[in-house]
């Protein structure tokens, strides 16, 4: 016989007498033993239905003990089900020979001592209309208000401030440019009009995202045909000011790509010994200054 459905039938013999003693358990009240009882039932029934669970992975059909299974775990939530049914109820009997009990401590019933405890537990006294006998008793009339009308209100008149100090968005896109060739301008001309490499110039040490904004800024300048952006000596993107001759020929621009992360910005920042910022774009305008940049012909 195989060894795998020897242990088959032993778990269905042993589900057979867990099922014949959840029968008896219909039949009688249980008391603390009988629930240590049980609770021991149910653990061998966990330990089968782990046995079972492990050789299930290898034989896959064995419907017989799985039902078996289904149906004595069924068994115990109704048994179960019951003992906390019959444990939760209020049962009369035991409330009146508890009572009993209280009053009739001494050779006569004392039920002052009911009304000691009554008056420890509620100190409030309730009256009901049903304690006031036939004493004439006038219902109170209830008023009824009628239903107010609604007052419409005339819409109010739009107004809207003469002055507006906060720029619009394309506005202030705007100004951060002109800034931004301003200072480019200067750096140029403290760099003998050299090409400055484009991550020294755009890279705050400090900040990461101003590091981002100097690069989307830039590349509103490179659209426009401000500056130029070319291949340096150590093979990373130099960056210059575009010459008046190079704006009016030439019309159409390369694009390219910029990746920025957290890695590479470190990086740069070690390559070119970058301590402070080389451009400074401010986060909000107090003025309508008008920044033009100029653009002088080298």
Sequence with gaps: MDISL??????????????????????????ASDL??????????????????????????NNAESLMDAHVLKKFHEVVSNVLLVNSEFNETVYANALKSLINQGRNSDWNVLGEIATNVSRSLQIKTSMLGAADVEPKERALKGRQKRCQKRPAREQRPENVGKLQQKE???????????????????????????????????????????????????????????????????????????????????????????????DMIRLYGIKEPMIHLPDSFDDDESLESDHEEI
Excluded: W
């Design 6 to 31: 020897q242990k088959s039938s032993e778990r269905k013999q042993r589900y057979n007498g867990i099922l014949d003693y959840l029968k008896e358990c219909d039949k009688k009240n249980m008391s």
């Design 36 to 61: 240590e009882e049980l609770n021991q039932n149910i653990k061998n029934n966990d330990e089968i239905h782990k046995e079972g669970a492990a050789a299930m992975e290898e034989i896959r059909n």
């Design 172 to 266: 202030r896109g705007a100004q951060k440019v002109n800034i931004l060739l301003r200072q480019l301008n200067s750096l140029f001309k403290a760099n003998n009009y050299e090409p400055i490499p484009f991550y020294k110039l755009i890279i705050d040490p400090n900040n990461f995202m101003n590091t981002v904004e100097n690069a989307f800024q830039m590349s509103f300048l490179v659209r426009d045909g401000n500056i130029a952006i070319e291949r340096g000596e150590d093979l990373y993107p130099q960056v210059r000011i575009a010459r008046m001759s190079e704006m009016e020929s030439i019309t159409d621009t390369t694009q390219a790509i910029c990746s920025l992360s957290i890695e590479f910005f470190e």
